[in-house]
């Protein structure tokens, strides 16, 4: 279905693709902008990204790189990554321009909230592994060493190891929009939500033990937030949902209400 312009006509699809691909470019272009900008501070970006580790490694073990090219590809990888989450709020900016005029007014009303809420909460889940999980999994790790071993990371393989945290923590911590979206789409009630609490329960203690190491605190200080996070988009989804369903009942009322300035029909 054609998205409708401001003068409430279809516009063909020829000038969707165009105003996509003009979107896209901007998309691209803030994230080269941003790479060329932190290219220069590569490898003080990548120490910044290690320090969790290497403030772990024995006295005098430091990290290594097993690939030829891996001392620059290492860095230029994490620099791309990086620009690439900075410009979220450009990108973000760039989709909701393009689905924008494609809406209902009370959609928008909630879309913009959303999208704001989402690069914020991701942003925090990626600043929670960093100071608070990352500190506790690595000491971890450095303790359990066996005798004999050099604890030696590669650069590379631990840049793929973190960043697949950054992003399952940043996918984690959306899950008050998720569980907002599920209730304000209509796909579950609150009431059933609030029935499968347990269940939830269970399943951040379960993500909890598959993305931290094999200690209850750890598990712990992910599930917790999980669990909480979840409460809140029940809460949030709830509130939002009863002021729909007043605002349904009195346009209901409205409309089958006589006016009063209409005078009263008269039999003949």
């Given at each position: 279905?054609s998205r409708l312009a401001d003068?409430?006509?279809?516009?063909?699809?020829?000038?969707?693709?165009?105003?996509?691909?003009?979107?896209?470019?901007?998309?691209?272009?803030?994230?080269?902008?941003?790479?060329?900008?932190?290219?220069?501070?590569?490898?003080?970006?990548?120490?910044?990204?290690?320090?969790?580790?290497?403030?772990?490694?024995?006295?005098?073990?430091?990290?290594?790189?097993?690939?030829?090219?891996?001392?620059?590809?290492?860095?230029?990888?994490?620099?791309?990554?990086?620009?690439?989450?900075?410009?979220?709020?450009?990108?973000?900016?760039?989709?909701?321009?393009?689905?924008?005029?494609?809406?209902?007014?009370?959609?928008?009303?909630?879309?913009?909230?959303?999208?704001?809420?989402?690069?914020?909460?991701?942003?925090?889940?990626?600043?929670?592994?960093?100071?608070?999980?990352?500190?506790?999994?690595f000491g971890f790790f450095a303790?359990?060493?066996?005798?004999?071993?050099?604890?030696?990371?590669?650069?590379?393989?631990?840049?793929?190891?973190?960043?697949?945290?950054?992003?399952?923590?940043?996918?984690?911590?959306?899950?008050?929009?998720?569980?907002?979206?599920?209730?304000?789409?209509?796909?579950?009630?609150?009431?059933?939500?609030?029935?499968?609490?347990?269940?939830?329960?269970?399943?951040?203690?379960?993500?909890?033990?598959?993305?931290?190491?094999?200690?209850?605190?750890?598990?712990?200080?992910?599930?917790?937030?999980?669990?909480?996070?979840?409460?809140?988009?029940?809460?949030?989804?709830?509130?939002?949902?009863?002021?729909?369903?007043?605002?349904?009942?009195?346009?209901?009322?409205?409309?089958?209400?006589?006016?009063?300035?209409?005078?009263?029909?008269?039999?003949?």
């Amino acid at each position: 279905m054609s998205r409708l312009a401001d003068n409430d006509q279809e516009m063909p699809l020829v000038t969707h693709l165009t105003e996509l691909r003009s979107r896209l470019l901007r998309c691209v272009g803030a994230i080269l902008v941003l790479f060329a900008g932190l290219f220069y501070f590569s490898q003080d970006i990548y120490a910044l990204v290690a320090a969790p580790l290497r403030a772990y490694l024995p006295e005098g073990a430091t990290m290594i790189a097993t690939g030829v090219a891996s001392p620059f590809l290492t860095p230029f990888k994490l620099t791309m990554v990086v620009a690439l989450f900075l410009s979220m709020p450009v990108i973000l900016h760039q989709i909701w321009g393009f689905i924008a005029p494609g809406l209902y007014k009370h959609e928008k009303r909630i879309a913009v909230p959303l999208l704001i809420s989402s690069i914020l909460l991701f942003y925090g889940g990626m600043a929670f592994a960093y100071f608070v999980v990352f500190p506790i999994m690595f000491g971890f790790f450095a303790s359990v060493t066996p005798e004999g071993v050099s604890m030696m990371t590669d650069i590379g393989q631990y840049l793929d190891f973190v960043l697949t945290l950054f992003f399952a923590f940043g996918v984690a911590f959306e899950i008050p929009v998720a569980t907002f979206l599920l209730i304000w789409v209509g796909i579950v009630d609150v009431a059933t939500l609030r029935k499968s609490r347990p269940y939830v329960v269970v399943g951040c203690f379960v993500v909890g033990m598959v993305l931290t190491p094999p200690d209850v605190f750890s598990q712990t200080l992910l599930a917790v937030p999980m669990w909480m996070l979840f409460e809140a988009g029940l809460l949030f989804g709830a509130m939002v949902k009863r002021r729909d369903e007043h605002e349904e009942e009195s346009a209901e009322t409205a409309e089958e209400s006589p006016s009063q300035d209409q005078p009263p029909s008269t039999q003949p």
